[in-house]
């Protein structure tokens, strides 16, 4: 059974490219908890994908195929710097290359480079993979907000799969106003004007959405950031019985699995140091995670309910200016790659044909 929010294949190349996920980003793919001596096997924007820890504990990242029969290299062995396949024992290391296939001697497949590699980080207990197209293999710079890698701040990393196109997620986050009636009941988000009005302002690094005449009150503003990554920030007041550092800031990420279902990152953090980070840490795990958990599933809950198709559907009005402007930013990024990619296979074609040329001019010489 299909998502009610499944994407059906749009007839414009553009929106079907959106759909699958937005590529030349980084993106989290993992909790860093979730790999350790075994391969791991994930789906990331429709790519199969094998994650395994070498002997320094680095993450690496292969497609998850065997160049050999096409068995999941995910099933297989970790022997360190390299992955072995289950099926025949071939050995592909880090950069895709065959290492080894021990059934055989003088295999012509070993040293041959023939499974795709992704260049890996990890940050604040994430593992960020860097999903190029042709014409973008080389990753950019993976810049992280403050919260993620500033020494003064703590953080707890939420990751939840959500049944939806990632989308979705990312609209939800750019409409504060949903606060005020979603999660009218929750523990922050109770206070302020159930009516507002929105503008759009930008940033050095992308745009913030945000009320008029109110901060610091309810979910307030939302502030889209491009760093080489796609992320949103977000902070929720909080009282002071729900301890030190003052508002709760989020940043979140919406990572494609496929067209059909997504992953969503929220790291909660707060701006402590000292004792009133371990006194801020204890009254998170003990008190404050249930309930960020609450307010984390009535998102999920309405997103994966929504009617079928339900983009096409919208009447959409002054609140949503942000999420139509973030909708209209994605889609100017799609369209660049587009033509970044004809160009580069255009370049492409024009070398080989030279080198044809070349060729046929040596043989009549």
Same mark, same amino acid.
């Given at each position: 059974?299909?998502?009610?929010?499944? @994407?059906?294949?749009?007839?414009?190349?553009?929106?079907?490219?959106?759909?699958?996920?937005?590529?030349?980003?980084?993106?989290?793919?993992?909790?860093?908890?979730?790999?350790?001596?075994?391969?791991?096997?994930?789906?990331?924007? #429709?790519?199969?994908?094998?994650?395994?820890?070498?002997?320094?504990?680095?993450?690496?990242?292969?497609?998850?195929?065997?160049?050999?029969? #096409?068995?999941?290299?995910?099933?297989?062995?970790?022997?360190?710097?390299?992955?072995?396949?289950?099926?025949?024992?071939?050995?592909?290391?880090? @950069?895709? @290359?065959?290492?080894?296939?021990?059934?055989?001697?003088?295999?012509?497949?070993?040293?041959?480079?023939?499974?795709?590699?992704?260049?890996?980080?990890?940050?604040?207990?994430?593992?960020?993979?860097?999903?190029?197209?042709?014409?973008?293999?080389?990753?950019?710079?993976?810049?992280?907000?403050?919260?993620?890698?500033?020494?003064?701040?703590?953080?707890?990393?939420?990751?939840?799969?959500?049944?939806?196109?990632?989308?979705?997620?990312?609209?939800?986050?750019?409409?504060?106003?949903?606060?005020?009636?979603?999660?009218?009941?929750?523990?922050?988000?109770?206070?302020?004007?159930?009516?507002?009005?929105?503008?759009?302002?930008?940033?050095?690094?992308?745009?913030?959405?945000?009320?008029?005449?109110?901060?610091?009150?309810?979910?307030?503003?939302?502030?889209?950031?491009?760093?080489?990554?796609?992320?949103?920030?977000?902070?929720?007041?909080?009282?002071?019985?729900?301890?030190?550092?003052?508002?709760?800031?989020?940043?979140?990420?919406?990572?494609? @699995?496929?067209?059909?279902?997504?992953?969503?990152?929220?790291?909660?953090?707060?701006?402590?140091?000292?004792?009133?980070?371990?006194?801020?840490?204890?009254?998170?795990?003990?008190?404050?995670?249930?309930?960020?958990?609450?307010?984390?599933?009535?998102?999920?809950?309405?997103?994966?309910?929504?009617?079928?198709?339900?983009?096409?559907?919208?009447?959409?009005?002054?609140?949503?200016?942000?999420?139509?402007?973030?909708?209209?930013?994605?889609?100017?990024?799609?369209?660049?790659?587009?033509?970044?990619?004809?160009?580069?296979?255009?370049?492409?074609?024009?070398?080989?044909?030279?080198?044809?040329?070349?060729?046929?001019?040596?043989?009549?010489?």
């Amino acid at each position: 059974m299909t998502s009610p929010t499944t @994407t059906q294949g749009s007839a414009d190349p553009i929106q079907s490219y959106l759909d699958k996920g937005l590529r030349n980003y980084w993106y989290p793919v993992a909790p860093s908890w979730q790999v350790g001596d075994a391969p791991v096997g994930i789906t990331r924007l #429709g790519d199969q994908i094998v994650l395994w820890r070498d002997k320094e504990g680095q993450v690496r990242a292969l497609e998850d195929r065997c160049p050999h029969r #096409g068995a999941r290299l995910s099933l297989g062995w970790n022997l360190g710097g390299s992955v072995a396949c289950w099926y025949h024992g071939i050995e592909v290391d880090g @950069t895709g @290359t065959v290492q080894r296939v021990p059934a055989v001697s003088a295999c012509p497949l070993e040293g041959t480079r023939c499974v795709k590699s992704y260049p890996v980080e990890e940050h604040a207990g994430a593992i960020f993979l860097w999903f190029g197209d042709e014409a973008h293999k080389e990753p950019v710079p993976l810049k992280l907000p403050e919260e993620l890698v500033g020494e003064e701040y703590a953080s707890f990393l939420c990751m939840s799969n959500w049944k939806c196109n990632y989308q979705y997620a990312i609209d939800n986050v750019m409409d504060p106003m949903h606060g005020a009636y979603l999660h009218a009941t929750s523990h922050s988000m109770a206070e302020g004007d159930k009516q507002a009005d929105m503008r759009v302002r930008k940033t050095e690094t992308g745009l913030m959405f945000e009320k008029v005449g109110q901060r610091d009150v309810n979910f307030d503003w939302v502030e889209l950031g491009e760093t080489g990554a796609l992320w949103m920030r977000l902070a929720i007041p909080y009282k002071k019985k729900f301890g030190p550092g003052g508002s709760f800031g989020i940043i979140g990420f919406a990572v494609p @699995t496929d067209g059909d279902n997504c992953q969503v990152y929220f790291w909660r953090t707060r701006k402590v140091q000292g004792w009133q980070r371990d006194a801020w840490r204890f009254l998170y795990r003990n008190r404050l995670e249930g309930l960020h958990w609450d307010v984390l599933e009535q998102d999920r809950y309405v997103l994966e309910s929504l009617a079928p198709n339900a983009r096409e559907h919208e009447f959409l009005y002054q609140h949503d200016v942000g999420m139509t402007r973030v909708r209209r930013m994605l889609r100017q990024r799609a369209q660049q790659h587009f033509a970044d990619l004809d160009a580069h296979r255009a370049q492409v074609q024009a070398q080989a044909e030279a080198g044809q040329t070349a060729e046929a001019g040596h043989s009549h010489a």
